[in-house]
């Protein structure tokens, strides 16, 4: 119940930040720009307004995670309310859980808000519903949900710059990790090769939640790496909630 409390007071405050409207705004231009692009573009158009329109609603997604998820604990510290929540018989994983769930909301909404212009646009552009569309999308917001608990567990801990810049890097190195296996494979065996492999088996990858180009270019999703991808979004999401209400926890605020 507590957590329930939280996580909708949560959500009204984010929804009521300036930055979530400005970065839909930039995404619904980044969509429909799409179709210009399309447009000017040589080769199927088709192809380049699911490819820009998911790789939009990804990007500002991510920026939303990001941006709002890692301000929410600093907020509470800053105004100093935290004082009066923790005088409360709220326990501290309570809190941090009710601003996870809270931002979760609040993502949804903003991902289905951007899911009914893109779809929308891909319709008028092929006259017939998308439904593998919905498949991209729903791994996009499982990303999302990865990105939110990285956010909270850097802002128990840093200044939202700091925290915006180390989750914005969680980002990056999550999609690019795969270049990672390309240099275990180039290494000799010995501690380089052995340190490659333990920061390869840490770092996430965020590629298992990319169906992009299977879904724009019509290729077959294998159900056993949906299955693979949903279970390891959820594993590595309580993973790292764990080590946030860990750190929160241990956190002295007096």
Request: with cysteine; glycine share 4%; proline share 2%.
């Amino acid at each position: 119940m507590i957590i329930k409390v939280i996580a909708l007071n949560t959500f009204k405050e984010a929804v009521r930040d300036r930055i979530l409207y400005l970065l839909l705004f930039f995404a619904a231009v980044s969509i429909l720009f799409s179709r210009v692009l399309a447009l000017l573009t040589v080769g199927d158009r088709t192809k380049i307004v699911k490819d820009v329109g998911l790789a939009s609603i990804s990007l500002f997604g991510a920026l939303m995670a990001i941006l709002i998820g890692t301000g929410l604990v600093y907020k509470e510290i800053e105004k100093r309310t935290i004082f009066t929540l923790i005088s409360k018989p709220i326990r501290r994983h309570e809190f941090l859980l009710g601003k996870f769930f809270g931002l979760a909301l609040t993502l949804f909404v903003m991902l289905l808000s951007m899911s009914v212009i893109f779809l929308a646009l891909v319709f008028f552009q092929t006259w017939t519903i998308e439904w593998r569309m919905l498949a991209a999308i729903f791994f996009i917001f499982v990303e999302l949900i990865l990105l939110t608990a990285v956010a909270i567990l850097f802002s128990c801990f840093s200044t939202p710059i700091l925290s915006s810049l180390f989750a914005l890097s969680f980002y990056l190195i999550g999609h690019f990790s795969w270049s990672l296996e390309t240099l275990i494979k180039k290494a000799r065996p010995g501690a380089t090769r052995t340190f490659l492999q333990a920061l390869y088996t840490i770092l996430p990858d965020l590629e298992n939640f990319s169906l992009k180009t299977e879904v724009v270019h019509g290729l077959p999703i294998p159900v056993s790496h949906m299955l693979y991808s949903t279970a390891y979004g959820i594993v590595y999401s309580a993973f790292i909630l764990a080590l946030a209400i860990l750190i929160f926890r241990k956190r002295d605020f007096i």
